[in-house]
């Protein structure tokens, strides 16, 4: 026996509101996820389960990725975030000012974690792509 979740999206007259494009399958995805976690903010007990997020948020701006960092790990007992914008590879330390301000948080313990950066090696079609991981803070 499954459990499922039916979402539809319904505006101030509750007429249902519908869309194909990337965007809004994007904002349903988020609606889904910040239900989750809206569920268990504030609750002593964690979801004993992983949070993978591959990079979902691009569009959403610093400060919800920002806020997103904050919040999941108190959520979820095991979360991992891959997001693009913190990835720099023509800078000396491969990361973007953004990507240096979270490293900085979870130095100082505001964000807990381990950051890692998935370095391109060398460019190459998807076939050849080599990455290294490197591992800025645990």
């Known amino acids: 026996n499954h459990d499922v979740v039916n979402v539809s999206i319904r505006d101030v007259q509750n007429g249902e509101i519908t869309g194909l494009g990337t965007g809004f399958q994007r904002m349903k995805q988020l609606a889904i996820v910040m239900a989750i976690i809206s569920s268990k903010i504030g609750d ?79 460019r190459a079609d998807t076939t050849g792509l080599v990455t290294s991981h490197k591992c800025y803070f645990e």
């Open 44 to 122: 002593e007990k964690k979801f004993d389960y992983p949070f993978i997020s591959d990079a979902p948020f691009s569009e959403f701006g610093e400060n919800f990725v920002n806020n997103f960092f904050k919040v999941a790990p108190g959520v979820f007992s095991q979360s991992i975030i891959m997001i693009k914008e913190l990835y720099d590879p023509t800078a000396k330390d491969l990361l973007t000012p953004f990507g240096r301000r979270i490293l900085e948080e979870m130095k100082n313990g505001k964000i807990p974690g381990t950051f890692y950066v998935n370095v391109i090696e060398d």
